[in-house]
């Protein structure tokens, strides 16, 4: 991601990402042919309204627990460009978010609200719809971020998934072939992925 800072530790970013959904086996393969960190946990919430407002407008919105902190995220299909949306994230406690995920609520004093606001989006009307646990690992790689995420639903469903985040815009579709020669080399099928917001209210009950 390129990062700019908004105000009161909000970030805003540019996300140029490639993806591709897994096999349990493929996922194991992968994880041995790269120096991957230790993996951790996140904890997605997503919201949208009754008549998928959001989805409508192309918009994502989340509440995303870690072990220790938490954020809030709009994401934003801004562009035309492939692969290419803008993020704004609010960071939150722990607490603020386990209290708004328990109240099926947002935050609404930071600019992910304010955006959602410009946007003609009633807050009132925002409740979870989908919830999804990824353990995920990732290796710095000179193409970019490689992430391996294993992504458990609310119905206990799994799947598997590998994405290159790329950190240099300019070069974004240059590494795009190391991604792909990734997946050729170990014969991997280039898999449409179904977006994991659209997977987890698949799943979800609410």
Known sequence: ?????VGDNVTQAIEIEFKNLLTEKEFQEILKQYSFAAPFVQTNYYFDTSAKLLQQ???????????????????????????????????????????????????????????LTRLKVKISDLQIIGLAKTERYLATLPAGLLTLDRTTYADHAQDYECELEIQ???????????????????DIPNRAVTNKVVRAVQHFKS
């Open 168 to 186: 240099n815009v300019a070069k974004a579709y240059q590494n795009k072939h190391f991604f792909l020669n990734l997946l050729a080399q170990n």
């Open 1 to 5: 991601m390129c990062y700019s800072a």
């Open 57 to 115: 407008k192309s918009i994502g919105l989340r509440i995303r627990l870690f072990q220790t902190t938490a954020e809030q995220t709009l994401k934003l299909s801004t562009t035309k460009a492939e692969h290419q949306l803008t993020e704004i994230t609010d960071p939150l406690t722990l607490t603020q978010a386990q209290a708004l995920v328990q109240q099926n609520q947002i935050y609404l004093h930071g600019a992910t609200a304010n955006q």
